[in-house]
């Protein structure tokens, strides 16, 4: 069917900041497809309705956790719709999440083989495993989560050396030379001060915020920020405001209603304004304004806290992010985070800017002061892996990554637009959504998928609007142009939306 669609052309609105092309593409949803897919939803709600009867009852085994029957009366543990949802929407297509791999999540990996006699209540393992999976969902976009090559090798014998685990916090005995070693390099490779590194990338967002701001603070969030960014915002006891996304007209309006006005009731002014953003968007494959972003915050005298997890390493001529994308300064940006879970197939996350401000993180953090440290073999693999991006392995693999995966992100795109299916994003995004919108195309693709041995991860609400779930597909430096075609070739069509 063809669908005429209205494109929103998301161009540069101020181009004398901008040494680059810079345009993203979101389709709005078709009155048909949003009106088919709240149909959709009403139907499945009807049904979960009348499921919920024959339930009550005794019709129907009901598997879901339950208030005890003395409890009934208690403020219950569960919300009602979201336990709704869980058990007559999300059961029905669990199947298409939490898949267990045993192998490398690299290019290809090996899925165990699991079914379900019960409506994805339970699940049972066959024994079997369904070998050489085409990896489209794992961040791994420089191909660094491998187990034999230079950094595998390397954090095999800082194993040998210093065991796994590190037993202790940063402050206390568990600060190693490797800690060292990875902040000094990380700070040279944003090109800021210092930097300090911690061993959850999530943790990092969440516990470092409220470090930063506090009551009488100002958070400007966009959006789509990430759940850990939100957590930290709200721990942090600031007043929060949200700006739409990507929208510097929006952010612009805030931040002038936060000088006139102040704060509520006292009119005082905010003791600290925080623009909160991020590199890449996980969902959207958008890439955040940052050169109006500083101007903004450079002519309100805000602070900016940018979030690179997904585009440290992914961005850039010299994979070194968003920044490097725009060719702006470091300095510019207040507080650089990011995580070495996606481009350097490590865990962890990091912080960097001026001294001062990574010289009070090391005493206020709860990361740093309350969590154990990084285990050795983790910081290895990020040392590596960085020096291999940087170059100062003595070869240039590093670069060759960078360029491969800046190649397979433009040519799985324009693969897929020729193909006439809508997705969002940016051109140079290596995160590509799909759209699907209709619910029950949500377990339809993410299962057709893995027939055609291609591993897929599919997305719905409450992770996105209702009305636009999607297929998000990560591209990696190391798939092939010949993994790339299979792809496009075994893609079930009707399980999409086309133009």
Not at 31 to 41: K, N, S
Not at 178 to 192: N, R, S, T
Not at 214 to 231: F, M, P, Q, R, Y
């Amino acid at each position: 069917m063809l669908l005429l669609l209205q494109i929103q052309n998301h161009v540069t609105c101020n181009g004398a900041l901008y040494n680059r092309p810079f345009s993203e593409s979101f389709e709005e949803t078709p009155m048909l497809v949003a009106v088919l897919t709240y149909m959709g939803y009403g139907i499945l709600t009807l049904f979960g309705y009348l499921r919920d009867f024959l339930r009550e009852w005794k019709i129907e085994k009901c598997h879901v956790a339950q208030e005890r029957e003395e409890q009934r009366d208690f403020v219950p543990l569960y919300q009602d719709f979201e336990n709704f949802y869980t058990r007559n929407l999300y059961m029905r297509i669990r199947d298409s999440w939490n898949r267990p791999i045993c192998s490398v999540p690299g290019a290809k990996m090996d899925l165990v083989e699991r079914v379900s006699h019960d409506y994805n209540w339970t699940f049972e393992y066959t024994g079997k495993v369904i070998k050489d999976v085409i990896n489209m969902g794992s961040y791994n976009y420089l191909g660094f989560a491998e187990n034999m090559g230079y950094c595998a090798d390397a954090a095999a014998d800082v194993t040998m050396k210093y065991g796994i685990g590190v037993s202790s916090t940063r402050q206390e005995m568990g600060n190693l030379d490797k800690h060292e070693e990875l902040e000094m390099l990380v700070a040279k490779f944003l090109g800021v001060e210092a930097s300090m590194v911690f061993g959850m990338g999530f943790a990092t967002n969440s516990m470092n915020i409220p470090a930063l701001t506090g009551k009488g603070c100002l958070i400007l969030s966009d959006e789509l920020n990430h759940a850990s960014l939100v957590l930290g915002a709200r721990l942090s006891g600031s007043t929060i405001r949200v700006f739409k996304h990507n929208n510097m007209q929006s952010l612009e309006k805030l931040l002038r209603d936060a000088i006139v006005h102040g704060q509520p009731r006292t009119h005082r002014p905010w003791k600290k304004i925080l623009i909160v953003v991020e590199g890449i968007y996980s969902m959207e494959g958008s890439v955040v304004r940052l050169p109006e972003v500083i101007a903004l915050k450079k002519k309100y005298k805000a602070y900016l806290y940018l979030d690179e997890a997904h585009s440290i390493g992914a961005l850039g001529p010299r994979g070194r992010g968003v920044l490097d994308y725009f060719g702006l300064d470091p300095e510019d940006v207040d507080v650089l985070m990011g995580t070495f879970t996606k481009s350097f197939g490590a865990a962890g996350g990091y912080i960097g800017g001026k001294k001062e401000l990574i010289d009070y993180l090391r005493a206020q953090s709860h990361s740093a002061v309350y969590a154990t440290s990084m285990s050795s073999p983790v910081a290895e693999q990020i040392i590596t892996s960085m020096k291999c991006i940087m170059g100062e392995d003595g070869t240039t693999i590093g670069r060759e990554r960078i360029q491969q995966l800046a190649e397979n992100t433009t040519y799985f795109r324009r693969r897929l637009r020729e193909m006439g299916f809508i997705i969002y994003g940016n051109n140079d995004s290596p995160v590509v959504p799909v759209m699907l919108y209709m619910p029950a195309k949500i377990g339809a693709f993410g299962r057709e998928m893995l027939k055609r041995n291609i591993g897929v991860v599919v997305v719905g609400f409450p992770a996105t609007p209702i009305i636009e779930s999607r297929a998000r597909f990560c591209v990696s430096a190391a798939h092939t142009k010949e993994m790339l075609d299979v792809f496009s070739r075994h893609i079930p069509e009707r399980q999409c939306f086309t133009k």
